[in-house]
Structures are given as structure tokens and as C-alpha cells.
């Protein structure tokens, strides 16, 4: 068969399963801009993640579910965002009310000036990742680029997050996995694997979320 065609059947596949997905339909009822907004409902009524008063910032936040569920998450009953709320994505996002929106790499000095201006010398209480690579299809190649950006907000974990806060970040069970799990059992005090149910089946997509920094880390 050709590749080509293989790919069409493949797009037309994914399509269907997307229309047909129950958090897909279940998020546009709602008001929602993604699905990816019940695996961090359920991770934050699992975890206890958020709470009113802290400072949170989102990596890789587009288009804003995420966002979204914190904004909630840290408003008092007349929908006044108590805390901070910082996302940061390469790419564009719409804004939402009571929530601070860096556009660009979080690695770029410009990035880092605006939120160490935003900061003002405070820690964050915590830090959520759902950065995904655009995939290639290429499993070794994903799985490397996916990686990268766990090691890269790891990084930035350590430079901004306090000694009590807690990490949660997207990654992808293959190659190198193993290795960046003991790399945040090195550095935090507890380390946990979790996959919501809106985390499909077929994906080797998890969540890891660690708390507590180890003293000098």
C-alpha cells in the first residue's frame, strides 16, 4: 500500500476517534478549549495540586485548558483569582482573566527577565508541564524530543520551584523514561506515576508528579 494512502486512512482514523471521543464532546460542552482539561481535573482531585493563594506557573500552555481548570481552581466564589497564574507557550494563546501570559521559549533571557520581573524574588508553589513534541511518527526520535523537554522543565523546577512545591509533568513511557524518573527521585522527595482516564489506552503517555525538593536541590 502506498504511504501516502496508509497516512490518509491513518489522518481519516484519527479524525473519527476524535469526533467521537467523549472528552472531546464533553469539553465543547463545557466550555472548554481541549479534552487534555480532565487529566488535569483528575490529577488536581487525586493529588490536591491547587489551591487558593499559590503561584502557579504553566509550561507549554496553549491553547488554555489547563489554564483554565487553575483559573477556577484558585478563584474565590465571586470568580476573583486569589494567587498567581503564569503561562508560557511558544505559540500564541487567547487570553484569559487573571492570568499572565509569556509568550515565547522559557529558556530565552526576554522570557526569563518578564517572569523574574513578575516574580519579584518569590518561588513558585507550582510548576505544571503538559509540553509535547510535535511527533514524527519516528518512536526513537518522539521519545527523545519528549525527553528533552521533561529535562528542561526539570531544569527550570529547580531554578524557580520552593522546597515544598510540587512538579507535574507529561511524559512518555519508551526510551530514556527510567532514566528521567530517578533523575526527579534525585532531586524531589516523592515521585509519582499516574495516567488519567482522558489519557487514551493506546498512548504511552503518563503524568509524573513530584513533590518536595530534597535540601541543596
Known amino acids: 500500500m502506498p504511504v501516502a494512502t496508509k497516512k490518509l486512512r491513518s ?5 473519527e476517534r476524535h469526533i467521537n471521543d467523549p472528552f472531546v464532546k464533553r469539553s465543547k460542552a463545557e466550555g472548554y478549549r481541549a479534552r487534555s ?4 481535573t483528575e490529577l488536581d482531585d487525586r493529588e490536591h495540586l491547587l489551591r487558593r493563594g499559590m503561584t502557579v506557573v504553566e509550561l507549554g500552555a496553549a491553547p488554555g485548558s489547563w489554564t483554565q481548570i487553575v483559573r477556577e ?3 474565590d466564589k465571586d470568580g476573583r483569582v486569589q494567587g498567581r497564574i503564569i503561562a508560557m507557550d511558544i505559540l500564541p494563546m487567547d487570553p484569559i482573566d ?9 529558556r530565552e533571557q526576554e522570557i526569563a527577565d518578564k517572569l523574574a520581573e513578575i516574580l519579584d524574588g518569590d518561588k513558585v508553589d507550582v510548576v505544571l508541564s503538559d509540553m509535547a513534541p510535535n511527533l514524527s511518527g519516528i518512536a526513537a526520535a518522539d521519545a527523545a524530543r519528549s525527553l528533552l523537554l521533561n529535562e528542561l522543565a526539570h531544569e527550570f523546577c529547580l531554578e524557580h520551584l520552593k522546597p515544598n512545591g510540587v512538579f ?5 513511557q519508551g526510551s530514556g523514561f ?10 524531589f522527595k516523592k515521585v509519582y506515576t499516574r495516567k488519567p482516564a482522558a489519557s487514551r489506552d493506546t498512548s504511552a503517555e503518563v503524568y509524573l508528579v513530584a513533590r518536595e525538593l530534597k535540601p541543596g536541590k
Open 178 to 187: 527510567s532514566q528521567f524518573v530517578e533523575a526527579l527521585k534525585k532531586t
Open 98 to 106: 487573571g492570568v499572565t501570559f509569556l509568550q515565547g521559549d522559557f
Open 37 to 40: 482539561v480532565y487529566k488535569l
Open 73 to 75: 481552581r484558585l478563584s
Open 168 to 172: 507535574v509533568t507529561k511524559s512518555f
Open 11 to 15: 489522518n481519516r482514523a484519527w479524525i
